[in-house]
């Protein structure tokens, strides 16, 4: 039987701001933005998740910058999580910048990267920027999940 995870052990508390929770076993975690842009994290293990906000929160500066960072504290992943309109390559941008500003408080946690577009712009759909994130994420033992409309995490 799996032991409870004290708070003093506990994973979620990378960050001391910017959470909209910290070290809760929520069962469906949903991230939304003003369009129709929907990220949807299960937690069928119920493990301790936390929230932040990237853009105006743990990264404040005018730089490009992801919306929102997921924490899953007992398997030690973090998401990246990106939610846009059509622009891939901006959406790109602003998630690679947010791993290389934040994963040094993050140590030994796997990095995934999560792009909801409300529309594709087909000419973006290969672009040398997508496979370097790819690559990026591929070697912090993560991947690179895109999705037009709304995206669940795969369990």
Same mark, same amino acid.
């Given at each position: 039987?799996? =032991?409870?995870?004290?708070?003093?052990?506990?994973?979620?508390?990378?960050?001391?701001?910017?959470?909209?929770? =910290?070290?809760?076993? /929520?069962?469906?975690?949903?991230?939304?933005?003003?369009?129709?842009?929907?990220?949807?994290?299960?937690?069928?293990?119920?493990? *301790?998740?936390?929230?932040? /906000?990237?853009?105006?929160?743990?990264?404040?500066?005018?730089?490009?910058?992801?919306?929102?960072?997921?924490?899953?504290?007992?398997?030690?992943?973090?998401?990246?999580?990106?939610?846009?309109?059509?622009?891939?390559? *901006?959406?790109?941008? =602003?998630?690679? /910048?947010?791993?290389?500003?934040?994963?040094?408080?993050?140590?030994?946690?796997?990095?995934?990267? /999560?792009?909801?577009?409300t529309r594709v712009n087909t000419t973006?759909?290969?672009?040398?920027?997508?496979?370097?994130?790819?690559?990026?994420?591929?070697?912090?033992?993560?991947?690179?999940?895109?999705?037009?409309?709304?995206?669940?995490?795969?369990?």
């Open positions: 039987m799996k =032991q409870p995870t004290t708070m003093l052990e506990c994973n979620c508390k990378a960050f001391n701001t910017d959470f909209e929770f =910290q070290h809760e076993n /929520r069962k469906v975690v949903t991230f939304k933005d003003k369009g129709s842009a929907t990220y949807k994290y299960p937690n069928k293990d119920n493990n *301790h998740l936390a929230k932040y /906000r990237v853009d105006g929160g743990l990264i404040a500066d005018k730089g490009k910058k992801c919306d929102y960072l997921l924490l899953n504290c007992e398997r030690k992943s973090s998401y990246f999580i990106e939610l846009k309109g059509s622009d891939i390559s *901006h959406a790109i941008d =602003q998630i690679e /910048r947010s791993i290389d500003e934040l994963k040094k408080n993050l140590p030994n946690f796997s990095v995934f990267a /999560r792009i909801v577009l973006h759909l290969i672009d040398c920027k997508l496979k370097k994130l790819e690559k990026k994420v591929e070697l912090l033992n993560g991947n690179l999940m895109k999705s037009s409309g709304s995206f669940e995490e795969p369990v």
